[in-house]
């Protein structure tokens, strides 16, 4: 179970951003049209406009996320590269004070500070890879595995934002699908709170309220948008 919740970690956060983004903008698509009276236009005028447009937005955007995240990744791995070079082409004294400095700036004292880079000094890739890491940091988990980034956020985005279509593309009758998307939009950014939950090991109530709130809030301001369009 730790092993799973490990690997969760390393994609969480694009499981996370993946997946809010995929849930409120696919319904934001169908509050707007709610708000707009669009429902009502004709018998299946108003579901196949939501079902045309969300699916248009679904995979366009997680498509759009996907390279975006494998590109962030990328580029954020050759940014690490390039601090490693730079550490290492440091000359050895400069790089040693450089290393007590920052271990001293996290709490060390001096002497252990001293000792312990002396030691990196005679590990020079693993002291190049402290240094990056300590005078420079990088977000973590995001420069190893581009691909593995893009494709938890691309399918986070799909799986997630098919929530709200579920109903139109199941053939709900117009007049119960909003409410329907409602609740199913709903359903997924709490299963949404909970995968946080689980690899964060944060409060339950914490993870669910914020995730809802983020949701609710977009949800409204979409509706709030299509009311301007009656």
Do not use: H, K
Request: hydrophobic share 55%.
């Amino acid at each position: 179970m730790a092993q799973g919740g490990g690997r969760l970690a390393a994609v969480l956060r694009e499981v996370v951003y993946g997946g809010n983004d995929g849930i409120v903008t696919t319904f934001a698509i169908v509050a707007g049209f709610a708000g707009a009276g669009a429902e009502g236009a004709a018998p299946g005028i108003g579901a196949a406009a939501v079902l045309l447009f969300g699916l248009a937005n679904l995979f366009a955007d997680a498509t759009a996320m996907g390279l975006g995240a494998f590109l962030s990744a990328r580029s954020a791995r050759a940014a690490a590269a390039a601090r490693r070079r730079r550490q290492s082409a440091t000359p050895a004294e400069a790089a040693r004070a450089a290393d007590r400095a920052a271990l001293a700036a996290r709490g060390l004292p001096p002497e252990d500070a001293e000792a312990m880079s002396a030691i990196l000094s005679r590990a020079p890739e693993l002291r190049a890879e402290f240094a990056a890491g300590a005078l420079g940091p990088e977000p973590a988990g995001r420069a190893e595995r581009p691909v593995r980034g893009a494709l938890a956020t691309f399918a986070s985005f799909v799986i997630f934002g098919t929530a709200p279509l579920a109903p139109y593309l199941l053939g709900v009758p117009d007049e119960r699908a909003v409410a329907l998307s409602l609740t199913a939009s709903l359903a997924a950014l709490a299963a949404l709170g909970a995968v946080r939950w689980r690899a964060t090991g944060e409060r339950l109530a914490m993870c669910l309220a914020e995730t809802l709130g983020v949701g609710a809030a977009c949800g409204a301001v979409a509706f709030i948008v299509g009311l301007l369009f009656r």
